[in-house]
């Protein structure tokens, strides 16, 4: 589910999801992968760069939203990228101007404003095509699983259903610990029936856009994706699941993801 909502913003459907799928069945070993995992991604990140971010400026913040926003409503990008996003500006006219919203963003379609923006040129890098790219995917990825709200305004717990709140404190967890690169920890459980997959993907969405994006670090470098085929309520004696697997995710190298989807 991860690598679906992932692959609508960075437009691909090849992802290598499992980074490690050879762990023994239980608690240690698993323990054990996810080390070997992060040592990995850690090397390759300060091989390449990527725990790195670019150095922000007042200047440097200005030109870039300038340069988004006229990627923004040039015709480079397909118009089929572009539907959330034109979708949001027909709400915004709609309620926002007519008064029949409050007034929270200082006159600018939330999409629009620089705070939602910024998030997607700190993900890359301030090159503002990619970044406008990732705009308009994102706002997709919204639209399709929260609809219309989702365009207005930040998501809100009460934007889930109960059923999708007991999932969030049983199945999906978003850690407090950061791994070494300063990344967030999103610890998830994949062996689930596939009844759950819709509620699944809408709580993924949430955690990304209604938390993530508030964290500068997340914008900048990205989180830390580990998945469990193991159930929730497993224990080391437990042998009904036998192939736990991890992955790391980051950001911007050939060999990761960001999710800054937001």
């Known amino acids: 589910d991860a690598a679906e909502v992932v692959s609508k913003v960075h ?52 030109r870039a939203l300038i340069e988004m926003e006229n990627e923004v409503r040039s015709e480079a990008i397909p118009f089929q990228e572009k539907k959330a996003h034109i979708r949001a500006i027909e709400l915004h006219d709609r309620y926002c101007r007519t008064g029949n919203m409050p007034n929270v963003n200082n006159g600018f379609c939330f999409v629009c404003t620089p705070y939602f923006r910024l998030r997607f040129l700190r993900a890359e890098r301030y090159d503002p095509h990619k970044a406008a790219l990732r705009y308009f995917r994102s706002l997709n990825v919204l639209h399709e699983y929260f609809g219309d709200p989702s365009l207005m305004r930040q998501l809100y717990v009460s934007d889930l259903t109960s059923e999708e709140i007991k999932y969030l404190k049983n199945e999906t967890q978003l850690l407090h ?23 699944r993907r809408r709580i993924l969405v949430f955690l990304m856009y209604s938390v993530l994006a508030e964290d500068v670090a997340s914008q900048k470098i990205g989180i830390s994706f580990v998945a469990s085929a193991l159930p929730a309520k497993h224990s080391d004696s437990d042998s009904s699941f036998s192939q736990p697997a991890t992955a790391t995710k980051s950001s911007s190298s050939s060999s990761s993801w960001n999710f800054t989807t937001f």
């Open 177 to 199: 610990a950061r791994d070494a690169t300063g990344r967030r920890m999103f610890f998830h459980f994949l062996g689930l029936p596939y009844k759950v997959f819709r509620i």
């Open 11 to 62: 437009g691909t459907s090849a992802i290598d999801f499992f980074a490690d799928s050879h762990a023994l069945p239980s608690t240690q070993s698993f323990a054990k992968s996810v080390d070997r995992v992060f040592e990995k991604e850690l090397l390759l990140a300060l091989e390449d760069g990527s725990s790195s971010s670019v150095k922000e400026t007042p200047e440097l913040v200005a």
